[in-house]
């Protein structure tokens, strides 16, 4: 217990931790009763990431999503019987809406699985406006999917909810807590943030977890500058299992018809996913070249070499990201014009045969029988001289480059897993003379 001392004219405390409390409260304008021990404040404790360390590091930022000019393209939506997303311009949202049909809902997601790295803080925040409750309605937002995740619900009876969806027992299973037992601040205005949420105007949604398999997670809402603590799932000396059989995500927002219902809708503004504490990307880097270089006549354009990810990785859903690295692209006889190219899918690339890079160690198969002239967006490209000035090596030329590491260079699997993204180096004879062309990709597998 912390008690203020007059003659002294400061606090003593029973242990540091009295006082390191203390000093977060005083850092968020916490007033004290000088007759009374010193109060426990949840949302001062937001200041520290999940694993203790002051909210003082740069944090890296592994995905941020706004929709500002349109829709944003790094969301996937999967609707049934009806669920529709819209772009509000004015309002800088998309709108998720169900039909009056009983089972319509609609799924807006990220295409990023966002990477969690063993030992720092994952957060993630997620801006939205729910309004008010409709009867059979569920609107979820947070960082899930179908098998595994951590988000905020509204029921159809406006019931608030913090959930953890997990799927280690084989099919997923969710442990709901309702608003009256959170067990740190209830946002009804009698916890010590004082916060009483007001659902049908915005919220800010927060969360951080530990996972290593069996961390505490926190979840709870951004008020007035401050991070407000609505509860804590604790797992270590709890459970017997992992509470997530996969930490790696994405950001999620969706609604969904459970009954009879005249339909709804509700707002997602904005939302991002930052690694604390500090982040070095883990992976594979893989490269693969052309096993046979293909003709390619004056005039023609080839893909000379595809890659996507398979639909399942060891037999689960292939939920990699894969990045472009290095390209190179090699030619003999004839210039050419190349470029890599971000394809939405099979149909964009029906032709050729596919096979696995490395059974079991990559998560890609290649094409290198593909013909046509795909269409899709191109993330980089240059010219390749069939001859060098200054007597370099004159039967060819290799370019290595090195494609933009943004946000949207990736490729990612479909909402069921069965429809990858793709790239593909694609080259132009432009030259008077048939050549023959190969590629050398190298690309990072991240999971």
Request: hydrophobic share 35%; glycine share 8%.
């Amino acid at each position: 217990m912390a008690i203020w001392n007059k003659n002294t004219q400061a606090y003593n405390f029973d242990n540091s931790v009295q006082f390191e409390t203390m000093v977060l409260a005083a850092k968020n304008g916490v007033a004290f009763d000088e007759n009374n021990p010193l109060p426990v404040n949840t949302f001062a404790l937001g200041n520290a990431d999940a694993f203790g360390r002051n909210r003082m590091s740069e944090p890296f930022t592994l995905g941020d999503y706004k929709h500002v000019y349109g829709l944003d393209p790094n969301f996937i939506d999967f609707a049934v019987n009806g669920g529709t997303t819209t772009f509000q311009a004015n309002k800088a949202c998309a709108r998720l809406a169900t039909t009056s049909n009983a089972t319509s809902r609609l799924v807006h997601q990220s295409k990023m699985y966002h990477h969690y790295m063993p030992g720092k803080s994952q957060l993630m925040m997620s801006s939205f406006c729910f309004y008010a409750a409709t009867s059979n309605v569920v609107k979820r937002t947070g960082y899930f999917d179908d098998a595994n995740g951590i988000y905020f619900q509204q029921n159809g009876s406006g019931v608030l909810s913090m959930v953890i969806r997990s799927s280690v027992s084989g099919s997923p299973l969710e442990t709901v807590v309702n608003q009256a037992q959170w067990n740190a601040d209830k946002c009804n205005g009698t916890g010590s943030s004082g916060f009483n949420i007001d659902i049908t105007k915005t919220q800010l949604f927060w969360t951080d977890f530990q996972w290593l398999g069996v961390g505490r997670v926190r979840v709870g809402f951004v008020h007035d500058g401050k991070l407000i603590i609505c509860h804590n799932f604790y797992h270590s000396n709890n459970l017997d299992t992992v509470y997530l059989s996969n930490p790696n995500l994405p950001v999620r927002c969706e609604i969904v018809n459970v009954g009879a219902t005249t339909g709804a809708f509700f707002d997602q503004i904005c939302s991002t996913v930052i690694s604390e504490g500090g982040y070095a990307e883990s992976g594979s880097d893989i490269s693969f070249q052309s096993p046979t270089l293909r003709s390619l006549a004056a005039g023609a354009t080839l893909p000379i070499m595809a890659i996507r990810l398979k639909n399942t990785f060891n037999t689960y859903s292939n939920r990699l990201t894969v990045r472009a690295d290095n390209i190179s692209v090699f030619t003999t006889a004839s210039n050419i014009r190349w470029k890599l190219m971000k394809l939405t899918g099979n149909a964009a690339l029906n032709t050729g045969a596919w096979a696995d890079v490395n059974t079991g160690v990559s998560g890609v198969e290649y094409n290198i029988t593909a013909t046509g002239t795909p269409t899709g967006e191109v993330i980089d490209g240059g010219f390749i001289a069939a001859s060098t000035q200054g007597g370099k090596n004159s039967s060819g030329s290799i370019t290595p480059n090195n494609p933009s590491a943004s946000k949207k260079n990736f490729i990612a699997q479909n909402y069921d897993s069965d429809d990858s993204e793709i790239y593909v180096v694609v080259a132009t004879n432009i030259g008077p003379d048939t050549t023959t062309v190969g590629t050398s990709m190298q690309w990072r597998e991240i999971f």
